[in-house]
């Protein structure tokens, strides 16, 4: 089999199942581990996957502007707020993290809740300023475009001074050996502080977006108290996470 072929079968085989085993691509592939561990760089230098330990995995493919996510899972999107809301109840302090799935969630929280919300999406504050029995702090900063949410020091110091009961946590990338992963130093450095200072830290996401890795690790999969996604939670792609000790909704 000729390198182009040995990497069309790599490339197909990690879209199906989104994880690969470099011994085992060795012996499908008839070719020695040393073999299988250069092709797996060339294609990981190329962008089409991530070369790991022992391996690969996807590498996260979601577009990286707000503008561009809005419109993408809109049905996903709403059936994950749904689920995310009975983790809500009177009096807590919840934390939101920028995203369109916390987005979403936002947008489903009824106005009898009686809520204390920290947050550093300017969507999100705005959606929730709307509701009369939402007390909201705003975490302010230097303002990123591409997220619409404030970053740096001034906003990891307001979180760093609360304690929530829930975190929503907007996920670039998850894997239930390699955990939560971000892809830069600014939002990991939010996220961190948002998991660190939180009861219940819960990662609301698309199934698009289970096991891939982006370059900065926010925490470990058995940190994540809750894991909701679109799926029914028996679905086989949720039980490694289960396994992890997550609550899969």
């Not at 705005?126 to 705003?138: C, D, E, M, T």
């Not at 939010?190 to 891939?212: P, Q």
Request: glycine share 4%; hydrophobic share 40%.
């Amino acid at each position: 089999m000729s390198k182009e072929e040995r990497h069309d079968f790599i490339l197909v085989k990690i879209k199906k199942e989104r994880k690969l085993v470099m011994t085992d691509l060795a012996a499908e592939l008839g070719v020695s581990e040393h073999t299988v561990r250069r092709d797996l760089k060339e294609l990981s230098d190329a962008g089409l996957l991530r070369a790991i330990r022992g391996g690969a995995t996807l590498r996260s493919n979601l577009p990286f502007d707000i503008y561009d996510r809005n419109n993408l899972d809109v049905m996903e999107k709403q059936a994950i707020a749904e689920k995310s809301i009975t983790l809500l109840k009177d009096h807590q302090v919840v934390f939101f993290d920028g995203g369109t799935t916390t987005q979403a969630i936002a947008s489903n929280i009824p106005d009898s809740l009686n809520l204390t919300v920290v947050t550093h999406s300017l969507p999100i504050a705005n959606i929730l300023a709307n509701l009369q029995n939402i007390s909201l702090i705003f975490a302010g900063g230097a303002f990123c475009k591409s997220s619409l949410t404030m970053q740096g020091q001034q906003t990891i110091s307001t979180f760093e001074e609360i304690y929530a009961d829930v975190s929503f946590i907007g996920v670039c990338s998850l894997d239930p050996y390699r955990g939560l992963t971000a892809r830069t130093r600014e939002e990991t450095a939010i996220k961190r502080v948002l998991c660190k200072n939180s009861m219940n830290i819960v990662a609301a996401t698309t199934s698009n977006k289970l096991d891939t890795l982006a370059s900065f690790l926010t925490c470990r999969a058995s940190d994540i108290s809750y894991l909701i996604t679109e799926k029914d939670p028996s679905d086989d792609i949720l039980q490694p996470y289960a396994a992890q000790g997550i609550t899969i909704l």
